[in-house]
């Protein structure tokens, strides 16, 4: 079993930063790719950003590029998400997933794992 839990959600003002970390515990070996998503109020789940195991290919969608950094240090099996610049729009529930084969990135349905979520809240 994989066990992942989220931190560092929180409020914070319009323009301010946070930082999400996702930390794995449990049988984290080869989990090939670790994303992010969230849900935003009224809305379905959807796709933030994600990283591959080597941290050479990353994705993100197009609302969060130049906004937001993914990244993972699988030497403590911890998967981070920088969100710089952030908007009232962002406010959500974020997630992190994992999953130990590759697949559609893009899509909670290829992910395995997931944590139970933090909240983000951004405030005008």
């Known amino acids: 079993q994989v066990q992942l839990v989220e931190s560092g959600g929180g409020l914070v003002q319009a323009g301010g930063s946070l930082r999400l970390s996702c930390a794995a515990s449990?049988?984290?070996?080869?989990?090939?790719?670790v994303g992010w998503f969230r849900q935003l109020p009224g809305k379905e789940r959807e796709f933030v950003a994600a990283?591959?195991?080597?941290?050479?290919?990353?994705y993100y969608r197009d609302s969060v590029k130049g906004r937001f950094t993914i990244s993972r240090n699988n030497a403590i099996n911890t998967g981070y998400l920088q969100m710089n610049s952030l908007k009232p729009e962002d406010t959500a529930v974020y997630y992190c997933?994992?999953?130990?084969?590759?697949?559609?990135?893009?899509?909670?349905?290829?992910?395995?794992?997931w944590g139970q979520g933090t909240q983000v809240t951004v405030s005008s």
């Open positions: 990283i591959t195991w080597g941290g050479g290919n990353t």
């Open positions: 997933a994992a999953v130990s084969r590759p697949g559609p990135y893009s899509d909670f349905r290829s992910y395995d794992y």
């Open positions: 449990g049988r984290t070996f080869r989990l090939y790719t």
